[in-house]
């Protein structure tokens, strides 16, 4: 937005007291109505491009609601970004789908939530997570580090049906070949990759800690805090992610990685929780990005 706005993270909310929001300074010499029409013109007028947009498509709906549909590229996938603008309630949605099928689908992921405060202008924003479960393209890309790591040369197929008894989707390789590294071994060879490559540090009740350098990513916080938790027994790994969370309390998603055994192969999923969360991640991923001056 304009240079003379900042936000605050993980504040009061002004109009639900007891949850956190971002929340901007006064918006100078605009009213919320103002403001509502503005950012309505902004994505009409397709100012909001980043430069990985494919296509817009923009409608009206009964005068005060404006839903706007971004089309965006992110890993070789099509992705769709729904902004449902409310001017009666001075509100604005702006709903993220992680592919074009699933926005078919209507499952939003999660949801920025935007109030536009009148007396002095302001802007109130979290994000509204929902528990869903995902299997994509993203987990294709973790596992085929992963298996870059030691000798096996297979490919990773995501969105494949679980080959445990959920019948969901999940990334899934091929049965896998080494001459280092079977099924039985996998885990402690995890548990060293952990230690020896990532950084993790092993606490006394053998589950490991991770501190995980994102900003070469640029949408989420410079830092995403992990645990690791091994079960050789289920043949599993389960790694907690706390994502901007330092104190490691609220848990944001836990990504599963199953072992299969004969043959070998390797089945990765990510369980996201539901919640509200205001903190610098969701500033950085979904800020109200709109530049003011223009309205």
Known sequence: ?????SFASSVDSPTQPGSECILSTPLEGITATAFLEGVGRYLRDY?????????????????DECVH??????MDEMHLCVFKIDKLHSQVK????????AGNNGIAPFTGCINVLSDPTRIEFWCEYKKVRTGGKMLKAALDDLLSRFDATVGIECKMLSLGPSSKLSAI???IISESVGSESFLDWYRT?????MGAVELRDGSLVEERDLSWFGLWGETQY??????????CARCLEYMEDETMTEIASIVHLQVHRDPFRLEMWREQFAGRRAGTQELKIQRPDFEIERF
Do not use: Q, W
């Open 94 to 101: 702006i709903e993220f789908f992680p592919a074009e099928a």
């Open 47 to 63: 100012t909001a491009a980043t430069g990985v947009e494919a296509c817009y498509d923009a409608t009206d709906r009964s005068g």
């Open 69 to 74: 549909h971004r089309y965006t590229v992110f």
């Open 173 to 175: 390789s091929p049965p």
């Open 1 to 5: 937005m304009g240079s003379n706005l």
């Open 193 to 197: 990759a952990l230690i020896d490559e």
């Open 226 to 235: 992990l645990k690791h938790i091994i079960d050789a027994e289920a043949f």
